[in-house]
C-alpha cells in the first residue's frame, strides 16, 4: 500500500475504536508487566508525533521503582488536601470529590512523566517564534500518539495531573528549564469502562458536538449557510 493510499475500512474502524474506547484509567490495573517490545512500539509512536519545526521536544522518563513512585504519590495526597480545600464551602460536591480515584501511581505497570524541553536545537524553533506555547502542545500530541497506541494493545492510561511539578522536578531530578507535562500510569487492566469515569459518576455530562462548534465567528453555533452540517453533527451522540 502505498503511502498516499486511503486506509481500509478495517483500519478506520481500529483508529475510531482506540479514539472512543480511550479511557483515563485510575483504577482496574492488574498484576501483568507490559512486555518490553510492546513498551517500545508505544514510545515509538509518540515518538513520531507532529511537533512544531520537527523540534521534537520531548522526554520520556520511565519509572518503577517504588520508592520514586511513593514519593509522586505523596505529593498526590498533598495536592489533594489542597483541592479539597477549595470546596470548603460546598460539603456535598466535596463528598463526591472524595469519592473518586484519580490515580493509580502504585496499582499500575509502569509510570512515565512526559517532559517538554524548550532548548531542543536551539533557541530558534521555525514556527514557535509567534506562538511559544506550540512546544507543549507537540507534546501533548505526542501523549496522545502514546494513549492510542497503548489503547491498541490493550494497556489503559491514567493522566494524573493533581501533582505539584516543583515535586516532580525535584523528585525525577529534571532540569529547571524542562517542564513536566504529563504523569501517566500505564497497565493492563480487568476492564475498559464504557464511558469516562466522571461521566459515568454524574460529576460532568458530555457536551453535544453542536455545543461546542461554531460557524464562521465566536458564538455562532448556527447560521443557514452551515444547515445541513449542523443537522448532520445534531444527530450525533
Not at 479514539?19 to 501483568?32: A, E, P, Q
Not at 523540534?55 to 495526597?77: E, T, Y
Not at 457536551?207 to 444547515?227: A, N, P, Y
Amino acid at each position: 500500500m502505498r503511502a498516499n493510499d486511503p486506509f481500509s475500512a478495517c483500519e478506520k474502524d481500529g483508529l475510531y475504536k482506540a479514539i472512543f474506547s480511550r479511557r483515563d484509567v485510575r483504577s482496574h490495573f492488574i498484576n501483568k508487566e507490559i512486555p518490553n517490545d510492546i513498551l517500545a512500539k508505544i514510545l515509538n509512536a509518540a515518538h513520531h508525533a507532529p511537533s512544531v519545526g520537527f523540534s521534537q521536544p520531548w522526554n520520556f522518563i520511565l519509572i518503577k521503582a517504588n520508592q520514586i513512585r511513593q514519593q509522586v504519590k505523596d505529593s498526590f495526597v498533598r495536592e489533594r488536601e489542597k483541592s479539597v480545600s477549595m470546596l470548603d464551602s460546598d460539603k456535598a460536591k466535596q463528598k463526591r470529590y472524595l469519592s473518586l480515584k484519580l490515580e493509580g501511581i502504585l496499582d499500575s505497570a509502569i509510570n512515565i512523566c512526559v517532559t517538554y524541553d524548550p532548548t531542543r536545537f536551539g533557541p530558534f524553533v521555525l514556527g514557535r517564534t509567534s506562538i511559544a506555547e506550540t512546544g507543549v502542545y507537540s507534546v501533548c500530541c505526542a501523549i496522545q500518539n502514546l494513549w492510542l497506541a497503548a489503547r491498541s494493545e490493550g494497556i489503559g492510561i491514567g493522566w494524573v495531573s493533581i501533582l505539584a511539578n516543583e515535586d516532580l522536578q525535584r523528585i525525577l531530578s529534571i532540569p529547571d528549564f524542562v517542564r513536566p507535562v504529563a504523569y501517566l500510569c500505564l497497565g493492563y487492566v480487568s476492564e475498559f469502562s464504557d464511558k469516562p469515569d466522571l461521566e459515568k459518576t454524574g460529576w460532568l455530562p458530555r457536551m453535544g458536538l453542536e455545543e461546542v462548534i461554531c460557524f464562521e465567528q465566536w458564538g455562532r453555533h448556527k447560521t443557514d449557510s452551515w444547515e445541513l452540517f449542523y443537522e448532520t453533527i445534531s444527530k450525533i451522540n
